[in-house]
């Protein structure tokens, strides 16, 4: 690796005086578009700020991010594979970012370092954003891993009718219905569990769904997570396939498409959450002065 390579992974605060610094942690983050992201926001919003890189070593998240406070930096964003270290070393959590059971975001005030997940709310925000409409829906999101977590609360908040958690095995899923069953019947949702293999099953799949999520890692390696004839089962034109994976046209996304369903990849989601780690750092005064969707608009077409 180069120099200027390595120095673009490591952001130093103290190489930016008079200015606000921010970064992004994970391992590997060259191909970060959180820095084009955030640098837009300030843009629009007349902020005067850095947002970097860093690239900690697996198991040195808590030493670089703790280098990185203490030489002034702000605020931070944490991707794979650092979210869990990010809420440990937190000195406090938002409610949200307990329920998610990872942070995304922190924030340095006083002295303390407060740990964030605006991951759900930017998943809401991006669907709303394009028409989807979630109250009163059938939700089903595939997978009961961290991304799954991170999205629950939020999408239950937005008062579903019924939000089905599938898994490959039960245990994940009946975790995770156990651990927002409290929430969902405050709001009134139905929330349950349901293994991929039931959903072959049309009877047992029930009717279709308005809105399905993929928050499994399948995209990633062009592979779904359900077969055609559970695709057959779940979709009809009147839903829409979400994948959180971005950058391409997933094998999920094609199964809804041959189904005549509509259908997004999860850049919007990014965009989003990254604007509301902005507000958090920036203050929400600014939420009029930032167009995450021009810059979503900007990020598609470079």
Sequence with gaps: MSQSTSAELHTDPTQFPG???????????????????????????????????????????KAAATSFFAAGGKGMNVTVPFKLDAQAMA????????????????????GKIFGDNTDGAGLVRDLLAQGIQIQGSRILLLGAGGASRGVLGPLLEQSPQELIIANRSNAK?????????????????????????????????GIFFDLVINATAAGLSNESPISDTVASN???????????????????????????ARVSDGLGMLVEQAAD?????????????????????????S
């Design 19 to 61: 200015v606000d610094v921010y970064a992004v942690a994970g391992n590997p983050i060259s191909h970060s578009k959180s820095p084009a992201i955030h640098a837009r926001f300030a843009e629009q919003s007349k902020q005067k700020m850095h947002y970097g890189r860093l690239q900690p070593e697996i198991g040195e998240f």
């Design 91 to 110: 000195d406090a959590l938002t409610l949200r970012a307990q329920l998610a059971g990872a942070v995304n975001t922190l924030r340095m005030e006083d």
């Design 173 to 205: 899923a009946d975790e995770l219905v156990q651990l927002f069953g409290g929430l969902a019947k405050s709001l009134n949702v139905s929330l349950r569990a349901m293994t991929l293999s039931a959903l072959e099953d049309a009877a047992k799949a």
């Design 234 to 260: 779940i979709f009809v034109p009147q839903s829409f396939a979400y994948d959180m994976v971005y950058g391409k046209v997933t094998t999920f996304m094609q199964q809804a498409l041959h189904r005549g």
């Design 277 to 301: 780690a902005f507000l958090i750092w920036r203050g929400a005064k600014l939420a009029d002065a930032i167009d995450s969707r021009a810059v979503l608009a900007e990020l598609r077409t």
